[in-house]
């Protein structure tokens, strides 16, 4: 789809494959890559593992982590039990 405008994405792919926003068209059955329910449950997986890391940290510790955006986001789905759609409605960084 590279030289494409975006807004022919939806003819291209399907409505049913990709999730609109205001913003940016999100592809939800990527060939070759993660789709966002995988990527919700490695960021628990992530969450879970900085859990052991830190359980022994006073609980006023801060821990910096860096992220792409799309996995930040998920990050946030996991962290707040919020489902992985409306953090991409909602969230846009």
Same mark, same amino acid.
């Given at each position: 789809? !590279? ?5 022919? &994405?939806?003819? &291209?792919?399907? /409505? ?13 059955? $990527? ?5 966002? $329910?995988? %990527? ?5 997986? %992530? ?5 052991? #890391?830190?359980? /022994?940290?006073?609980? /006023?510790?801060? &821990? #910096? #982590? ?8 998920? #990050?946030?789905? !996991?962290?707040? /039990? ?12």
């Amino acid at each position: 789809m !590279a030289g494409l405008p975006t807004s022919s &994405i939806p003819a &291209i792919c399907g /409505d049913d494959k990709i999730l609109k926003t205001d913003t940016i068209n999100y592809f939800l059955d $990527p060939e070759g890559a993660e789709t966002f $329910p995988q %990527l919700v449950d490695r960021a628990k997986r %992530l969450l879970d593992h900085i859990e052991t #890391l830190t359980k /022994d940290l006073p609980t /006023d510790s801060s &821990i #910096l #982590l860096v992220t792409h955006g799309d996995f930040g986001k998920m #990050l946030l789905a !996991a962290y707040y /039990d919020i489902p992985w759609e409306d953090v991409l409605r909602q969230f846009h960084f």
